[in-house]
């Protein structure tokens, strides 16, 4: 089992950056994806990589949020530029053996970290 621990979440005002951190136990060439989810709301794919460095973005936030990774790391990045208020939710990171934005493709998840953007 691939474990997975999120870091880098806070509070920014809106049109401020952030920097998630996501760092994985073992690398077995999985894509990486991150997803967010508000109160009440459905989880929402954001981006995710594959082990060639390919990428693939939701329309939302295409042009503001970039994912990179650092396979001696074990890391994936997620840099987040000009949030909003509605980027507030918490934010997760997950594996999959499938380059996909659909969640159900997705069977290690870690716990998540929190982004609040205040206006």
């Known amino acids: 089992q691939m474990q997975l621990v999120e870091s880098g979440g806070g509070s920014v005002p809106s049109g401020g950056s952030l920097r998630l951190s996501c760092k994985y136990s073992?690398?077995?060439?999985?894509?990486m994806g991150w997803f967010r989810q508000a109160p009440g709301n459905e989880r929402e794919a954001l981006a995710t990589?594959?082990?060639?460095?390919?990428?693939t973005y939701a329309d939302g936030v295409k042009g503001r949020f970039t994912i990179s990774r650092d396979r001696a790391e074990r890391t994936v990045y997620l840099q987040m530029n000009n949030l909003k208020p509605e980027d507030t939710a918490m934010y997760y990171c997950?594996?999959?053996?499938?380059?996909?934005?659909?969640?159900?493709?997705?069977?290690?998840w870690g716990l998540g970290t929190r982004v609040t953007v205040s206006s």
């Open positions: 990589i594959d082990s060639d460095g390919r990428t």
């Open positions: 073992v690398y077995r060439g999985h894509s």
């Open positions: 997950a594996a999959s053996t499938s380059f996909s934005l659909d969640a159900r493709a997705y069977d290690n």
